[in-house]
T-cell receptor, first 111, second 113 residues
Framework: DTGVSQDPRHKITKRGQNVTFRCDPISEHNRLYWYRQTLGQGPEFLTYFQNEAQLEKSRLLSDRFSAERPKGSFSTLEIQRTEQGDSAMYLC?????????FGSGTRLTVV | DQQVKQNSPSLSVQEGRISILNCDYTNSMFDYFLWYKKYPAEGPTFLISISSIKDKNEDGRFTVFLNKSAKHLSLHIVPSQPGDSAVYFCAAGINTNAGKSTFGDGTTLTVKP
């Protein structure tokens, strides 16, 4: 297992378009987290899953944001009707015995 | 209101000397604290953590100190090495679900050879 994988690494989209990011966690990790990081700030927690159950989504930034983890393995984060303020790095992390591991993130640029 | 603050955006130290990175928090409910290191174009990497029942935790060259009364923690790196140059994030959470942690804005450490 090579760690947490995120795809794509970079995404440029036009304002108003929908985007979807994928995260593949470490296979034996049952918890998966999504964060947003803007320039000069630390990661901001958005939502997390324990297996396929989404246990918290109150911190998702708006109803344009949604996340799924249908089979308790990979997860997707979707942003609908993107706005320029959505431009940021979106990070995924997974956790299990042994700690937390982050992916390298998806950098979203909304033009 | 920023609940976790790293007041020094940057720190520069000489190789072999001690690096001390500081972090303050405001939420007294926080009971679990972590430090992460981040290199450019990579995600944060977990370094060390401490529970509120302790005031010190050590792992090799890294030691975290927690002062609950002051709501302050610090990361000491001794001796500092050029490879330690990175952005360091402090994070605080509740009930050991550290994935839901609140992060500071980071301190960029530069270790000069």
């Amino acid at each position: 297992d090579t760690g947490v994988s995120q795809d794509p690494r970079h995404k440029i989209t036009k304002r108003g378009q929908n985007v979807t990011f994928r995260c593949d966690p470490i296979s034996e990790h049952n918890r998966l987290y999504w964060y947003r990081q803007t320039l000069g700030q630390g990661p901001e927690f958005l939502t997390y899953f324990q297996n396929e159950a989404q246990l918290e989504k109150s911190r998702l930034l708006s109803d344009r944001f949604s996340a799924e983890r249908p089979k308790g393995s990979f997860s997707t984060l979707e942003i609908q009707r993107t706005e320029q303020g959505d431009s940021a790095m979106y990070l995924c992390a997974s956790s299990g015995v042994g700690g937390y591991t982050f992916g390298s993130g998806t950098r979203l640029t909304v033009v | 209101d920023q609940q976790v603050k790293q007041n020094s955006p940057s720190l520069s130290v000489q190789e072999g000397r001690i690096s001390i990175l500081n972090c303050d928090y405001t939420n007294s409910m926080f009971d679990y604290f972590l430090w992460y290191k981040k290199y450019p174009a990579e995600g944060p990497t977990f370094l060390i953590s401490i529970s509120s029942i302790k005031d010190k935790n050590e792992d090799g060259r890294f030691t975290v100190f927690l002062n609950k009364s002051a709501k302050h923690l610090s990361l000491h790196i001794v001796p500092s090495q050029p490879g330690d140059s990175a952005v360091y994030f402090c994070a605080a959470g509740i009930n050991t679900n550290a994935g839901k942690s609140t992060f500071g804005d980071g301190t960029t450490l530069t270790v000069k050879p």
